[in-house]
Every structure is written in structure tokens, then in C-alpha cells.
């Protein structure tokens, strides 16, 4: 326990620690324990997004992109972002979980027009961390 910034510090823990715990603790060598309820709530950062293009060629008027992003807690979604009016669809998202771990891995595909042949910077996001691509060359 950090006693100059009131905090606890603990090492090794993982998803399955989340949870409501009871701490005991005394106060400047009293004998006195007094107890507090402590609320632990975790969080895994996801992996930076990566795209991959899966058909786009210059004879396609349209482009299907994939971006994924892995070993995050809790689930989140991933975010199309730049588009501009060039996204047609989202195809698919899908979640999965490392029953292991306890951390969840996404991805999630989109549909681009490209018809207009102009070079596009889309980017797809977790979490405010965001990977950029350039589409529709």
C-alpha cells in the first residue's frame, strides 16, 4: 500500500480478479482495524488495429477492408473513421473471447465505393488508437 497517494498496488492479476474485496487495514498504530469494501474493476488494452485489404483491385468499383485488434477487456467496437461517404456497408463484426484469458479479440469488415477512383484515407479505431490505409487508388 502507497500511504502518501492512498493507493494499493498489486501484481498478478487478471480478468477473473474482478470483483468486490474487503480490505482491513489500521490506521497510524492504533489497534484499532478498521475495513473498507473495495470494488476491483479490470482493463486490458487492446492491440493496435491492423486493416487488411481483402478485394480491392484497380478493375473493382468497390473495396472490402479488414480491421482487427486483439487482447482487450472488456469488449469493445471497432470504429470506421476518414470515409466521407465511400462506406457502403458494414459487412460483418465479430467478437471472440480466449476463454483462457478472459480477453476478447475483434474484427470487423466494410465495404468502400471506389467507383470514383480518388485515393481515400480511412482508418479504423479501438479505443481512440486508430491505423490508417489509403483505398481507392
Known amino acids: 500500500m502507497d500511504r502518501e497517494r492512498n493507493v494499493i498496488i498489486a501484481f498478478g492479476l ?4 474482478t470483483g468486490l474485496y474487503t480490505c482491513h487495514f489500521q490506521k497510524n498504530e492504533s489497534s484499532n482495524v478498521e475495513e473498507a469494501d473495495i470494488k476491483l474493476t479490470m482493463a486490458a488494452n ?4 491492423t ?3 481483402q ?6 468499383d468497390q473495396c472490402l477492408v479488414r480491421c482487427s485488434s486483439h487482447g482487450g477487456y472488456p469488449q469493445k467496437e471497432i470504429t470506421w473513421n476518414g ?3 465511400r462506406l457502403i456497408d ?3 463484426s465479430s467478437f471472440t473471447k480466449d476463454n483462457n484469458r478472459a480477453l476478447y479479440n475483434i474484427s470487423s469488415m466494410a465495404l468502400f465505393n471506389c467507383s470514383t477512383r480518388k485515393l ?5 479505431s479501438v479505443d481512440d488508437v486508430s491505423e490508417p490505409l489509403f483505398i481507392c487508388e
Open 14 to 17: 487478471n480478468i477473473s480478479h
Open 46 to 49: 487492446y492491440s493496435k488495429p
Open 51 to 53: 486493416l487488411h485489404l
Open 55 to 60: 478485394n480491392c483491385t484497380d478493375k473493382e
Open 83 to 85: 470515409l466521407e461517404g
Open 90 to 92: 458494414t459487412i460483418k
Open 120 to 124: 481515400q484515407n480511412i482508418s479504423c
